[in-house]
């Protein structure tokens, strides 16, 4: 059983005060809103070229056969001599889905936070970000053998609900349930595809433990109609063992490791970066984007230099 000073550990387990804060980060971070548009990832609204009459005016261009004879330029044709049409462009909505994974894995921290802390505040950070758009936000809190949806909606009591979700299951990490996880996670991402649709920004945080081939081809049909965006937790002990011996545990298992065994330690940190490399080229195929995040070093900084090397 916890005790009450774990439970305020704001390292160890989320509290709606916390997550609360990182509002004003999402309101002075740039995370990509500008001239890529649509390409752009937490840009809120985005761009579509049309043809249309009442919408803001983009450019003038030759005209082509099947153009609307109204949108004709009528100044630059005189100019030219040759007919223009006007380009235009309007505003579409891009609600977003954002999927945190608060299952057991998740509950590991070494140093600084937990991986589950970490989820929650990229979870607030990106929902009060597109809040600043006005676009619906909805999302999933997994904890492995249940979930809690939360329906898109503009509202900003939704985002509260959201982070209360988080919450909930973020306190009730270590409560330790025997499940499939495989199966499970399988079926969470094949619901996942019926409820969002197209023209979504999905955003999947997770340390993407045990991710089988069923959920890579979840997340390829998802990408299709959606951009999507996944950030990856991870613990620093998990990409490079320390210098000492330790003992780790599930609460079922117990396994002694040897951190001065440079061959298991070099053995154990080429694997982390092996999976990595391979996880990320699968998802390139699909153009699908993925990001790393630790558990140590400061979400902001992190996220500063992630979405600066992206907008590139």
């Known amino acids: 059983m916890k005790s009450k000073k774990e439970d305020n550990h704001p390292n160890v387990f989320l509290t709606l005060e916390h997550l609360l ?56 044709t005189a100019k030219t001599g040759k007919t223009h049409t006007k380009v235009f462009t309007e505003e579409k909505e891009k609600p977003a889905f954002i999927f945190v994974d608060q299952s057991t894995s998740m509950g590991f921290g070494s140093q600084e936070k937990t991986k589950a802390v970490v989820a ?14 006005g676009d619906r936000i909805g999302g999933m809190v997994y904890t492995g053998d249940q979930y809690d ?23 009730d990490i270590y409560n330790v349930k025997d499940f499939n996880f495989e199966a499970s996670l399988t079926d969470i991402f094949a619901k996942i595809n019926n409820i969002v649709t197209h023209d979504f920004l999905v955003f999947i945080i997770s340390d993407f433990h045990r991710y089988n081939d069923s959920v890579l081809q979840y997340l390829s049909q998802l990408a299709l109609h959606n951009d999507l965006v996944l950030m990856q937790v991870y613990d620093e002990l998990e990409a490079d063992v320390p210098n000492e011996k330790m003992i780790i545990t599930d609460h079922t298992y117990q396994v002694n490791l040897n951190g001065d065994n440079k061959k298991l330690k070099e053995k154990l940190s080429q694997s982390f970066k092996t999976n990595y490399k391979n996880f990320k080229a699968e998802l390139e195929k699909y153009n699908i984007n993925l990001f790393q995040v630790n558990t140590s070093s400061p979400i902001e900084e992190q996220l500063i230099e992630v979405f600066s090397n992206y907008n590139k």
Do not use: C, M
């Open 21 to 76: 804060k990182f509002e004003l980060f999402a309101s002075v971070l740039n995370l990509g809103t500008g001239k890529k548009k649509s390409n752009s990832i937490l840009s809120g609204r985005y761009a579509s070229r049309l043809r249309g009459r009442g919408l803001d005016f983009e450019e003038s261009r030759p005209y082509v056969l099947g153009d609307d004879i109204r949108n004709i330029d009528w100044s630059v």
């Open 149 to 171: 949806l939360i329906t898109p909606k503009r509202d900003p009591r939704n985002i509260i609900y959201f982070l209360q979700k988080i919450i909930e299951a973020n306190q």
């Open 120 to 133: 929650g505040e990229l979870a607030s950070i990106i929902a009060h970000k597109i809040k600043k758009g």
